[in-house]
């Protein structure tokens, strides 16, 4: 290590120190940003960000999250190696995504540096089990507890996003969109993949993560794609086809960029009651402890949400050079803010699970948790109730205990409903999956996908907890056939590569989807 390097490093301790002397957000009351009009106090400049890092020390024996009345937990799989997302196929089959990300992030600034090392300390000791791999959880008597698991596909490229549709498992590696032959059924993949679509990926791939969603009718696949930066510090060029959502074709992999302007989306998903695509978005730093809010929204096509040149809405940011007040009015505000630096990762919409009355009709999302802040903010799974489509009142926390005082247990990142309806949470600091049910054990009658959840099975809701037929597979199926009973994809014409698609949008700019299949 260079001398500059431990300059840099100790000159952020000493700024971990003294900021830890005086909290310049602990009067500030974060339930004010939760909603549609969050408070957005003005932005502070600091040398050193406010830091505050929570000591990962795992879950001991017996120890679990903490859930709200009307629900019991429970570990769903243990020793795990960092699960990221969770994903729940038709025949009830659970995969867990497990993923760490590419070796070495780009340095552009000394304080890269510093945020190199929160980062690790955030995510706490290196675990020595293998990643980079998907896990096959099968539950045969739909009571809850896995019956048998195998590791499905390994040695992927930091993987993240996963979605099924005819016999094809679609991956989001970092650096691709990956299809595999797959049955349901099967427990291992042994054929190769092909590419369906590169993403953008390296040398900087500053934000790694490639979360994935199947359209409800079966045609395009979207994917999102993180900034390479906080603020465009590494120039517009290292964000180009970045700080997006993709859309891109099934059957041909021709893709495009479908929204712009998200600094870093994942959690993907479509509202049942609507068919909209909604994501929750991580938002800049650097702007003091309660700035920016991170937030949920629904997505609009060609739509752009303000990043890098302003956030919620029309407010400048300042640091961005040359600003572009022509994009900034253009901005569109988002939907619903989940406060400052909550780190929200994952989302799942509550409709045809076997949740209480209570979560019936909502979205479940996962903040992992700050570390950019002095008063801890996140660390929870929250539920944000809907009425017609859209956010209806603050949220409310349904598993919490991940942080106590300075220490964490664990940090929960994707979550998803399993084949029997109950919430599913990959925490991925404490490398378990944890299930979420109903206390008096009710089940949904027959498993839905991940992918199916939809307005056309909202008939199905859920059952008091009764000896199963053993038929859920052949059920599971039925309802496989259903969503995919209509004429086949609609193919695109095929035109010449292209390069990626910009990460924004000017008015006039969006294109019919190019084929980058190679």
């Known amino acids: 290590m260079t001398i500059g390097v431990v300059t840099v490093l100790t000159l952020g301790l000493i700024g971990i120190a003294i900021s830890g002397s005086f909290d310049s957000g602990s ?17 502070q400049s600091d040398l050193i960000a406010d830091l505050k ?40 089959d659970v995969l867990i995504v497990q993923s760490r990300g590419p070796a070495a992030e780009h340095v552009a600034r000394p304080k890269d540096v510093i ?24 539950d045969t008597d739909r009571d809850g507890k896995v019956d048998q698991q195998s590791d499905l596909i390994t040695d992927l490229n930091s993987p993240f996003g996963v979605a099924w ?64 930066s ?58 003091g402890p309660n700035l920016v809010p991170d937030y ?14 302003s956030y919620f809405g029309d407010h400048v940011d300042e640091r961005v050079h040359p600003q572009r007040p022509d994009m900034v009015k253009k901005a569109l505000k988002p939907d619903y803010a989940l406060s400052s630096h909550v780190a929200a990762l994952g989302l799942a919409f509550s409709a045809n699970s076997g949740m209480p009355a209570p979560y019936a009709n909502g979205a479940f999302v996962g903040l992992h948790g700050s570390w950019n802040r002095q008063s801890f903010n996140g660390y929870k799974v929250v539920f944000i109730p809907f009425e017609n489509g859209n956010p209806a009142g603050k949220f409310q926390d349904v598993v919490t205990g991940f942080l106590d005082g300075d220490q964490v247990r664990g940090r929960p990142v994707g979550v998803g409903i399993d084949g029997t309806g109950a919430l599913l949470i990959a925490d991925d600091a404490g490398n378990t999956v944890w299930r979420v049910a109903a206390a008096d054990g009710s089940v949904i009658p027959s498993p839905i996908g ?27 199926a039925a309802l496989n056939n259903r969503q995919h009973s209509a004429s086949p994809p609609k193919m695109v014409e095929r035109t010449s590569p292209t390069d990626l698609a910009p990460a924004v949008l000017p008015e006039g700019s969006l294109q019919d989807e190019k084929d980058n299949t190679k």
């Open 165 to 228: 549709s005819e016999g094809t498992l679609y991956v989001a590696a970092t650096d691709a969109i990956l299809a595999y032959p797959y049955e349901l059924g099967a427990t291992q993949i042994t054929a190769e993949p092909t590419v369906l679509t590169p993403l953008p990926g390296g040398p900087i791939n500053h934000h790694w993560t490639k979360d994935l969603a199947l359209s409800p009718d079966g045609r395009f696949l979207y994917a999102s794609v993180g900034s390479n």
């Open 450 to 476: 991940t992918d199916q959840v939809r307005s056309d099975l909202s008939t199905l809701g859920a059952i008091s907890p009764e000896p199963t037929s053993g038929n859920s597979n052949s059920q599971a």
């Open 53 to 92: 890092v929570a000591e990962v020390v795992g879950w001991g024996k017996g120890e679990t999250p903490t859930v709200a009345e009307g629900l019991t937990i429970t570990p769903y799989a243990r020793d795990l190696a960092n699960p990221r997302t969770v994903h729940t196929l038709p025949n009830g």
């Open 115 to 138: 945020r190199d090392w929160v980062m690790s300390m955030a995510h706490g000791p290196s675990n020595q089990k293998k990643s980079n791999l998907i896990t096959l959880l099968r």
């Open 230 to 287: 906080n603020v465009a510090e590494n120039g517009l060029e290292a964000e180009k086809g970045r700080a997006a959502i993709w859309r891109v074709d099934r059957q041909t992999g021709a893709s495009r960029v479908f929204a712009s302007g998200l600094r870093n989306p994942n959690g993907l998903s479509f509202q049942p009651e609507t068919g909209t695509l909604w994501t929750v978005v991580n938002e800049r730093d650097e702007l």
């Open 296 to 309: 949920m929204t629904s997505v609009q096509e060609s739509a752009f949400y303000g990043w890098p040149w």
């Open 27 to 43: 009067k500030f009351d974060v339930a004010e940003q939760i909603g549609r009009d969050p408070k957005l106090p003005e932005p």
